[in-house]
């Protein structure tokens, strides 16, 4: 008989397990939760783990409750490539948890896996963070605060939540500007003022202000490599938005790199297989 022979995995390369509602935090009566692709090996391999970089996900969601289902299919292809992935849920702006609640709640997420990192598998030296509309700007928020003592919270405190690299599709980093050019589409008081826990205007934009991104950009200051992306025809996020932070990180001498997405609005036709390769790129050689 002629048959062929295969190489076995001893290490279940390749294999991951979707763990769904892992609770990271109990700032919430029931607990927030995140979804985790584990690798096989953690769970079931004979052979020493191998530690894997992580990719923390944000999920848009206008800083409401996000859908951490939606790229599930697309985050996997991050697995297979070799990290372990979390999509992580925050807190809810519209139930009365304004900024920085969603800040708060993502970076906790952070410390959580890097104090469990031996139960997932995780190199807690090599965890990046990747989100996309509000889940971009909290991603990009996550880059430039990282152990920032004013949003850390008490889970977890003896842990960082600073990350290695970021990326952001679409994500909203002047959020006082992107204010003022919405300000008239129904809601959009609604949102500011939910965002800032008030109805009162200068509290609304001192809340736009810190929630921005190119706001907490200093000299002298050093923070990790960022990928941004936009849609030249975005409706919501302007790509004006990367630009600021463009430049914001070119002139303190902090590593960026940018792309417009030709014609692409927020999310849906944003998404060509250039853009997953543009990224995948992006946190491979940054992990």
């Known amino acids: 008989m002629n048959?062929?022979?295969?190489?076995?995995n001893p290490l279940h390369e390749g294999h991951y397990r979707l763990r769904r509602d892992i609770v990271y935090s109990s700032a919430e009566g029931n607990g927030l939760t995140m979804d985790i692709f584990t690798p096989w090996h953690v769970e079931?391999?004979?052979?020493?783990?191998?530690?894997?970089?992580?990719l923390v996900f944000v999920q848009g969601s206008s800083w409401c409750t996000p859908d951490r289902s939606?790229?599930?299919?697309?985050?996997?292809?991050?697995?297979?490539?070799?990290?372990?992935?979390?999509?992580?849920g925050h807190r809810d702006m519209r139930e009365g948890h304004p900024f920085p609640a969603f800040l708060q709640d993502v970076k906790?997420?952070?410390r959580y896996l890097r104090?469990?990192?031996a139960q997932y598998g995780i190199d807690p030296e090599r965890v990046l963070i990747w989100g996309t509309s509000s889940g971009g700007n909290t991603a990009a928020l996550v880059a430039v605060t990282g152990d920032d003592p004013a949003y850390k919270t008490q889970e977890y405190a003896e842990y960082s939540d600073a990350v290695c690299a970021a990326v952001s599709c679409f994500g909203p980093m002047d959020v006082e500007a992107l204010f003022k050019f919405l300000i008239d589409m129904p809601g959009a008081r609604e949102i500011g003022a939910a965002l800032a826990g008030s109805m009162d205007e200068d509290c609304i934009w001192?809340?736009?202000?810190?929630?921005?991104?190119?706001?907490?950009?200093q000299p002298g200051k050093t923070y990790p490599p960022?990928?941004?992306?936009?849609?030249?025809?975005?409706?919501i996020v302007p790509h004006a938005q990367m630009e600021a932070m463009v430049e914001k990180l070119e002139s303190v001498g902090s590593p960026v790199e940018a792309y417009y997405v030709d014609n692409a609005e927020h999310e849906g036709n944003f998404?060509?297989?250039?853009v997953r390769e543009v990224i995948f790129d992006f946190i491979k050689r940054n992990a």
């Not at 079931?44 to 992580?54: D, F, I, T, Y």
């Open 271 to 274: 998404w060509s297989l250039e």
């Open 108 to 110: 906790c997420a952070i």
């Open 226 to 235: 960022m990928l941004l992306l936009n849609g030249t025809a975005d409706p």
């Open 70 to 88: 939606f790229e599930h299919a697309q985050l996997a292809l991050a697995a297979h490539m070799g990290f372990v992935v979390a999509t992580v």
């Open 115 to 117: 104090a469990n990192a």
């Open 44 to 54: 079931m391999g004979n052979e020493p783990p191998v530690a894997l970089p992580l």
């Open 206 to 217: 001192a809340a736009a202000r810190e929630m921005s991104p190119v706001s907490h950009v």
């Open 3 to 8: 048959i062929p022979h295969l190489k076995n």
